[in-house]
């Protein structure tokens, strides 16, 4: 079992930047990956960014390419979500979820998740 705990969501304005804090606990296998996904009001979940604990690979949605970067910190089992010039459509609940051994965009493919934070950009 993984515990997944996320943080730093609020408001801000287009332009502005956020950072999401995602904390695990439990058996991290350090093979796997570990991913952030958002899920507007009205939409389908989607994958946003994906970080392997052991090498830091990373994958990113086309959406965010340039503006997000994904991080980790292997001694605090943490992965970090750095949102910089953030758009209104950016608007959604962030999650992190994890397990696979593939940086899958599909969700249906992880089987742990947190409870995710709201992250809301105004124009």
């Known amino acids: 079992q993984v515990q997944l705990v996320e943080s730093g969501g609020g408001l801000v304005q287009a332009g502005g930047s956020l950072r999401l804090s995602c904390a695990a606990s439990?058996?991290?296998?350090?093979?796997?990956?570990i991913s952030w996904f958002r899920q507007a009001p009205g939409k389908e979940r989607e994958f946003v960014a994906s970080?392997?604990?052991?090498?830091?690979?990373?994958r990113y949605a086309d959406s965010v390419k340039g503006r997000f970067t994904i991080s980790r910190d292997n001694a605090k089992n943490a992965v970090y979500l750095q949102m910089n010039s953030l758009k209104p459509e950016d608007t959604a609940v962030y999650s992190c979820?994890?397990?696979?051994?593939?940086?899958?965009?599909?969700?249906?493919?992880?089987?742990?998740w947190g409870q995710g934070t709201q992250v809301t950009v105004s124009s």
């Open positions: 979820a994890t397990d696979p051994i593939y940086p899958y965009v599909e969700a249906h493919r992880y089987v742990y």
């Open positions: 970080a392997r604990w052991n090498d830091g690979s990373t």
């Open positions: 439990g058996r991290i296998n350090i093979n796997n990956f």
